[in-house]
Nanobody, 116 residues
Framework: QVQLVESGGGLVQAGGSMRLSCAASGISVSANTMGWYRQAPGRQRELVVTITTGGTTNYADSVKGRFTISRDNAKNTLYLQMNSVKPEDTAVYYC??????????WGQGIQVTVSS
């Protein structure tokens, strides 16, 4: 049914850029609230950014001005453009889709490692 598949992660140097993709099936990225979350080992999963159906975004203070969320509705794909990355951005990044009052869906997660 619903499937969220992240791609584009890997190793990047501090100060560099990386773009994550989330290919969605069984759920529309334009008709639902979408988001990116991340989790480092031994730490809680935390919000990176969400985007509503109307395009309203909510960024964590730690990524504001550096990361940008976007959607390609034709491809039903969610993106996270990561610029000026820092070592503290190292984490497993998860794509999220939420139907209010219904289910929340998660991708499998993808590793992003920022070297110093």
């Amino acid at each position: 049914q619903v499937q969220l598949v992240e791609s584009g992660g890997g190793l990047v140097q501090a100060g560099g850029s990386m773009r994550l993709s989330c290919a969605a099936s069984g759920i529309s990225v334009s008709a639902n609230t979408m988001g990116w979350y991340r989790q480092a080992p031994g730490r809680q999963r935390e919000l990176v950014v969400t985007i509503t159906t109307g395009g309203t975004t909510n960024y964590a203070d730690s990524v504001k001005g550096r990361f940008t969320i976007s959607r390609d509705n034709a491809k039903n794909t969610l993106y996270l453009q990561m610029n000026s990355v820092k070592p503290e951005d190292t984490a497993v990044y998860y794509c999220n889709a939420r139907r209010p009052f219904q289910n929340t869906y998660w991708g499998q997660g993808i590793q992003v490692t920022v070297s110093s």
